[in-house]
């Protein structure tokens, strides 16, 4: 049964929002900030997002515990105790249920409510959303905040139905336990979700057979404890932490690069990569000089050196130069980075299958079948991945202005003003949408400020009376151009990648973050909203 909210004191809320993670649970208190009533539908029975969905073994999030966490309070952060340097899945759904019980926002989450279907009605100047139980709600606004990586895509393995063991995928994974003791677990996948379970997995099973169609740049995650006195001392200087972090590329406060790879010599290049591998984290390598995302030749200095640290910790040569990947230049798809993963194919009983070696024939009962021959399994985990950024906004599919569904509006790719709004869509607002940071970015930074920004646009069309606002087409088609122009100056386009959509069969190729930077984007939404949102009308209906 979903459950259900206290009954707010004034009827009908004035925002929807869809979701209940890290966006969602912040929309709720800004807006209560705000004076306005809203009500997030949450599709899981919990609170959390990502968070709640991803148990998989070994999920961790590869952005530091201290910089993925809320900063719009000063108390919070403050109070907060975090345990390693990369938090884990159960610490960092510990620490959203923790906030959701101090702001009291559980009150106005429905759990277990998918929204089904979403259309603006013109007249009564209300979205109307249909919930996948048949109930109605309605509100003048609505939200999305179903984060970038919430929709699996359909895995693409033929004959899972046949297979007859148990089949898992990392993002829908179970609350209960799963003991992989004594099994032999196939794992189809080798993105973040793979790299990351494959050696908890292994730690466990008889045997594990992990299926590489790319082979990914993974990086050491040197995780730890944090020391004593660490937490400490970046919380007496947090604030302009923050402040740092609001105002850096990634949104991760750190050195800028201002030298080219290509012009320092090479035993200098080393000793900067061999420090990011020992000690950086995420971005810590591709900081490393300027020029590592957008010149060829500068990228294969840092790709070779990881090459080169792959070939010295996996034992056979030739699961070693199987594992390195030369398909796409280092950091164009979203780096992984590890615990072990790796060094864990020197286990006993852990294997690769090279699938650019031997095609993908599909499960089959008992295991997996290549073009070479059958993989016996007991369980199968797909870390098949995401259809990223747009999914969850098309697997709505809201009918906006004249009934245009959203499907339709981006049958050519994508296109949100700013990645927070669509022409045609009045009062519809997307939290990290496709042209906005997200992704290439500290999600819970860019979470802040697109909340931020999104509730002070809808305070201000509130205020002037009609409260109906919308991107305007001019300003829509000049934003998503910035963006394809920004990334044409990268090497990103030249990664089959889920930022391009490319994961998924059909889906049109277009870059769907924007590259440009958390600082660049942050001046350009302010020096919008100052300019009384310029792009944006307001309207009667
Ligand atoms: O998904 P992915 P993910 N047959 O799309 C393969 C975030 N995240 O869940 O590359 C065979 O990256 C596919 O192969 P290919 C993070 O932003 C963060 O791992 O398409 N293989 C690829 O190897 C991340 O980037 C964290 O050739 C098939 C893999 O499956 C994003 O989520 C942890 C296939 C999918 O990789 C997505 O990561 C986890 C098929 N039919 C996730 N279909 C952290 O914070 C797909 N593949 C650490």
Not at 42 to 70: F, H, K, L, Q
Not at 458 to 483: C, L, M, N, S, Y
Not at 498 to 526: I, Q
């Amino acid at each position: 049964m979903p459950s259900a909210p206290r009954p707010s004191p004034h009827g009908r809320p004035d925002v929807l929002v869809v979701g209940a993670g890290f966006a969602g649970l912040y929309l709720l208190h800004r807006l209560r900030e705000l004076g306005m009533r809203a009500l997030a539908l949450e599709a899981g029975a919990g609170i959390g997002g990502t968070w709640y969905w991803n148990r998989y073994p070994g999920a961790r999030c590869d952005v530091e515990s201290m910089d993925y966490s809320y900063s719009f309070d000063p108390a919070l952060e403050q109070e907060w105790s975090w345990t390693r340097r990369y938090p884990g899945q159960a610490e960092i759904l510990g620490y959203i249920e923790h906030v959701a019980d101090r702001f009291d926002l559980r009150r106005d989450v429905r759990t277990r409510t998918r929204a089904a279907s979403a259309a603006w009605d013109a007249s009564d100047r209300l979205w109307r959303v249909r919930t996948e139980a048949g109930d109605t709600c309605a509100a003048p606004y609505l939200v999305m905040a179903t984060g970038c990586l919430s929709v699996p895509k359909a895995p693409g393995v033929e004959g899972l139905e046949r297979f007859g063991g148990r089949v898992f995928h990392t993002g829908r994974w179970p609350h209960e336990e799963v003991s992989f003791a004594g099994r032999r677990v196939a794992v189809i996948g080798t993105g973040s979700s793979g790299i990351q379970a494959v050696p908890v997995i292994a730690e466990e099973a008889a045997e594990v057979t992990v299926f590489q169609r790319t082979a990914n740049f993974s990086l050491p995650a040197n995780d730890r404890p944090l020391a004593p006195g660490e937490q400490e001392a970046l919380k007496a200087r947090y604030r302009e932490h923050r402040a740092q972090a609001r105002r850096s590329p990634t949104g991760i406060p750190g050195p800028r690069a201002d030298r080219s790879a290509l012009e320092v010599p090479e035993a200098e290049r080393t000793a900067a990569y061999r420090h990011a591998w020992e000690h950086g984290g995420l971005f810590g390598m591709l900081r490393s000089y300027s020029d590592l995302t957008t010149d060829a030749d500068a990228n294969a200095t840092a790709a070779d050196f990881i090459r080169a640290r792959i070939s010295e910790a996996v034992d056979d040569p030739a699961t070693a130069e199987a594992l390195s990947p030369r398909t796409h230049p280092f950091g164009t798809k979203r780096p992984c980075i590890d615990s072990g993963y790796y060094t864990a194919f020197n286990r006993e009983g852990v294997r690769l299958v090279d699938l650019r070696a031997e095609p993908l024939a599909g499960a089959v009962p008992g295991g997996v079948a290549t073009a070479r021959g059958e993989y016996p399994a007991d369980d199968l985990v797909l870390a098949t991945g995401y259809d990223a950024m747009t999914g969850a906004l098309t697997a709505l599919d809201p009918h906006g202005r004249d009934g245009v569904p959203l499907r339709r509006a981006w049958a050519e790719g994508p296109a949100a003003h700013l990645g927070v709004a669509v022409a045609g869509f009045p009062n519809l607002f997307t939290v990290t949408g496709p042209g906005s940071p997200s992704v290439l970015s500290n999600m819970v930074v860019s979470i802040e400020q697109h909340v931020e920004w999104i509730t002070d646009l809808i305070a201000w069309a509130r205020d002037r009376g009609t409260g109906v606002v919308e991107a305007e087409p001019a300003a829509q088609r000049w934003w998503t151009d910035h963006v394809q122009e920004v990334a044409a100056a990268t090497l990103f386009p030249r990664a089959d990648s889920w930022y391009t959509g490319a994961n998924v069969p059909g889906k049109p190729r277009v870059f769907l973050p924007y590259p440009g930077g958390v600082d660049v984007y942050r001046d350009v939404l302010e020096g919008v909203a100052s300019s009384g949102y310029e792009g944006f009308r307001l309207s009667r209906a």
